[in-house]
């Protein structure tokens, strides 16, 4: 069983920052691809960004390269998202997400592929 908890969330004024960070219990995290979604009210659960297990591969939501920052650090456990110029609309609630992954350098968008979910930190930016 792996457990995710994010941390980090807030709030931040429209084109501030944001990091946001999981800490993952299990001790292999490098045997997991991970990645973040965000939920914002009323609305589908959607990809943001995606890290592969070596983190040699990143992919990112369109709209999202330039501004977020998808980074992994499998010796402290950990997965990062840096999000910069932060617009109002992007409120939601960010999800950190694992699957174990047997390729090294690939990266998953899809809800249904991750296995482990965390419960969420929820992100609020001002206009």
């Known amino acids: 069983q792996v457990q995710l908890v994010e941390s980090g969330g807030g709030l931040a004024q429209a084109g501030g920052s944001l990091g946001l960070s999981c800490a993952v219990s299990?001790?292999?995290?490098?045997?997991?691809?991970m990645g973040w979604f965000r939920q914002a009210p009323g609305k589908e659960r959607e990809f943001v960004a995606a890290i592969s297990r070596s983190g040699g591969s990143l992919y990112y939501a369109d709209g999202l390269k330039g501004r977020f920052i998808i980074s992994r650090d499998n010796a402290k456990n950990t997965v990062s998202l840096q999000m910069n110029s932060l617009k109002p609309e992007e409120t939601a609630v960010y999800y950190c997400?694992?699957?174990?992954?047997?390729?090294?350098?690939?990266?998953?968008?899809?809800?249904?592929?991750?296995?482990?979910w965390g419960q969420g930190t929820q992100v609020t930016v001002s206009s």
């Open positions: 299990r001790r292999t995290l490098s045997s997991y691809a």
């Open positions: 997400a694992a699957k174990q992954s047997s390729n090294p350098n690939y990266v998953y968008t899809a809800i249904r592929e991750y296995e482990y």
